[in-house]
């Protein structure tokens, strides 16, 4: 089972927009609900939304709520989040994650175990 997460060019500036994509493979798509997390520098991870895989439900952390979209394209096995309005305070190492059980983000970012991870990838947002 693999989760590789990327972007197309992690600098940014502030109020600017990004696409994060993880692809998923080794696994049954539909079998797993996936979500994305994000560490800054010196804090803990924090979760930040989750899809998941029964309806295509999503949930938030309030840090997501109303500037991110966590969204799936099922035919590409790809979970891709859309970060807008994005602020210096979002520069992380962004990771994507998917459990066979359920993704639970709670409003403020804690989370329930994840089985499987991907590498991260950095985001930075300038000022």
């Known amino acids: 089972l693999r989760l590789a997460a990327g972007v197309w060019g992690g600098l940014v500036q502030a109020g600017g927009s990004l696409r994060l994509s993880c692809a998923v493979s080794?696994?049954?798509?539909?079998?797993?609900?996936i979500g994305w997390f994000r560490q800054a520098p010196g804090k803990e991870r924090e979760g930040l939304a989750c899809?998941?895989?029964?309806?295509?439900?999503?949930s938030y952390a309030d840090s997501a709520k109303g500037r991110f979209t966590i969204a799936s394209d099922n035919a590409k096995n790809t979970v891709y989040l859309q970060m807008n309005s994005l602020k210096p305070e979002d520069t992380a190492v962004y990771y994507c994650?998917?459990?066979?059980?359920?993704?639970?983000?709670?409003?403020?970012?804690?989370?329930?175990?994840?089985?499987?991870w991907g590498k991260g990838t950095q985001v930075t947002v300038s000022s």
């Open positions: 994650a998917a459990d066979p059980s359920s993704c639970i983000v709670s409003p403020q970012g804690r989370y329930y175990a994840m089985d499987y």
């Open positions: 080794g696994f049954r798509f539909d079998d797993y609900a």
């Open positions: 899809i998941s895989k029964s309806d295509g439900s999503t």
